[in-house]
């Protein structure tokens, strides 16, 4: 039992959580593998109605360092936005409920944050089909605000925050946070929001995350019902606000 309480953590890892049972445990192990151990991790629970909730519960009772909140469902874009409200480290870095991490993930990229007083730290990541996995390369080329946002449209296949580790600092001095309602795109929409700030990036060409992708699985990608095609819509409106 980790029972440590931790004033001033190094990173807040926020972790949006519905009804995620299948792999919840999957992930959060991954999290309490990681050999920095100065972290705290914001388990969101966002109205699960299977047991992801109690499993939530579960960690946070024999690891002072999960929080669990528990809210009404209201979408990946409220459910962030409670972590960054709540989280109280130096650096944030958010990861989804089904995917995981390798155990240096945290460590490598705070040391890299620190050596080069980095606002933003990028890296590659894995994805993970089946027993199958490949390196996907993440480099921006020009670490300059206008490319990494210009990247994330071309040469960055994936806007996501899983990916980046983020001064905390960076979302409370400019007034930024997840939109509630914002439910597809949220994270490369906060990304842009944030790059229209003055931001020194890095970039550590090294995979950590492992992105995971079921084959049999309906994802936002691929659904074209009614509601996801307004969601997109929406998305790409308020994309077009902060692009260059």
């Known amino acids: 039992m980790y029972d440590r309480v931790m004033m001033n953590p190094k990173i807040s890892i926020v972790v949006a959580v519905f009804n995620s049972e ?25 109205g ?13 009772s024999a690891d002072s360092r999960f929080k669990v909140f528990h809210k009404e469902n209201g979408g ?10 709540n989280a109280s480290g130096t650096y944030s870095i958010h990861i989804d409920a089904d995917d995981w991490v390798e155990p240096d ?4 990229l705070y040391s890299t944050a620190v050596r080069e ?23 921006p080329g020009l670490l300059t605000n ?3 946002i210009r990247g994330l449209s071309h040469k960055l296949p994936v806007g996501s ?19 509630d309602g914002i439910d597809f795109g949220e994270d490369r929409l906060m990304l842009h929001r944030l790059l229209e700030n003055p931001m020194k990036i890095s970039y550590c060409p090294q995979a950590f995350y492992h992105y995971v992708r079921y084959e049999d699985k309906q994802t936002a990608t691929n659904d074209y019902s009614e509601s996801m095609v307004k969601k997109k819509i929406q998305f790409l409106s308020l994309v077009a606000e902060y692009s260059p």
Request: glycine share 6%.
């Open 22 to 46: 299948n792999y919840l445990t999957r992930c959060l192990d991954s999290i309490k593998r990681q050999s920095l151990e100065e972290w705290e991790c914001l388990l969101i629970d966002d």
């Open 76 to 85: 990946v874009g409220s459910a962030r936005r409670v972590g960054i409200d």
């Open 48 to 60: 699960s109605t299977d047991s992801s909730g109690r499993i939530c519960d579960d960690y946070a």
């Open 161 to 179: 925050c899983w990916n980046k580790l983020i001064r905390l600092d960076c979302y409370k001095k400019h007034g930024l946070n997840f939109t």
């Open 146 to 148: 206008k490319n990494v």
């Open 117 to 139: 007083d980095a606002d933003m730290v990028i890296c590659d990541y894995f994805e993970d089909i089946g027993n199958r996995s490949r390196t996907i390369r993440q480099d």
């Open 105 to 108: 993930m945290l460590s490598v």
